[in-house]
């Protein structure tokens, strides 16, 4: 059995993030960009907790997520998303919905959310969120079961603090390519198909 999603690079280095959802009981994982062939990627750790992943894979990065230093956006923060469809013979090209923060959330649980309007499809876990200027906000872990027109994220603090807790260096700035060619050509470059090929009998 196949399972997809979506990843995207958060370090130079080759290190990748997506949904923990997405890759738990996989005997295998790859990797693709859009338009580029397979890659080798290895799981590094998983939080389950808080539906975090980081991978890792070797060769190019031709763009990486910048967290946001200034906190969490304020309700109606214009943002971006990207992520891959489900089908694992024919993913396709990436899929782009544009929308705008909701505002935080917290679970029963203790999960601290982000709440975002945006028109989410499938394969969209582990998919980015950035703001107009190309800076990261969340990673997108699903659809809110109750508002179809809302998805919920991972909030880029607790992104920060899972990459430093692993000794990830990253960058906080407003990433270079999103002022010279845009959020959605950003997105592009950052992210990346994953797909997991599940252990027999998971």
């Known amino acids: 059995m196949v399972r997809s999603g979506t990843a995207f690079?958060?370090?130079?280095?080759?290190?990748?993030?997506t949904s923990a959802h997405v890759v738990a009981?996989?005997?295998?994982?790859?990797l693709r960009q859009e338009g580029g062939p397979p890659r080798e990627v290895t799981l590094v750790d998983s939080d389950p907790?808080?539906?975090?992943?980081?991978?890792?894979?070797?060769?190019?990065v031709p763009g990486y997520a910048r967290l946001s230093a200034r906190g969490e956006a304020p309700p109606g923060t214009p943002v971006s998303v990207m992520g891959?469809?489900?089908?694992?013979?024919?993913?396709?090209?990436?899929?782009?919905?544009?929308?705008?923060?909701?505002?935080?959330?917290?679970?029963?649980?203790?999960?601290?959310?982000?709440?975002?309007?945006?028109?989410?499809h499938e394969g969209s876990s582990g998919g980015?969120?950035?703001?107009?200027?190309?800076?990261l906000e969340g990673m997108i872990i699903g659809a809110?079961?109750?508002?179809?027109?809302?998805?919920?994220a991972v909030p880029a603090d607790d992104?920060?603090?899972?990459?430093?807790?692993?000794?990830?260096?990253?960058?906080?700035?407003?990433?270079?390519?999103a002022q010279a060619k845009g959020s959605a050509e950003l997105l592009?470059?950052?992210?990346?198909?994953?797909?997991?090929?599940?252990?027999?009998?998971g």
């Open 159 to 177: 992104i920060g603090e899972f990459l430093r807790a692993h000794g990830i260096a990253y960058g906080t700035a407003a990433a270079p390519e």
């Open 9 to 17: 690079f958060v370090a130079r280095a080759g290190y990748l993030l």
């Open 49 to 60: 907790a808080r539906d975090l992943a980081l991978l890792h894979s070797s060769g190019a």
């Open 128 to 135: 980015p969120v950035i703001d107009r200027d190309g800076t």
């Open 25 to 30: 009981g996989c005997a295998r994982l790859s």
């Open 84 to 120: 891959f469809a489900l089908n694992p013979r024919d993913p396709g090209r990436p899929t782009l919905s544009d929308g705008a923060v909701v505002g935080p959330a917290v679970l029963r649980s203790g999960q601290r959310l982000l709440v975002i309007e945006a028109m989410l």
């Open 188 to 201: 592009r470059r950052m992210s990346a198909l994953v797909q997991c090929v599940k252990e027999s009998g």
């Open 144 to 152: 809110d079961p109750l508002r179809a027109e809302h998805g919920v």
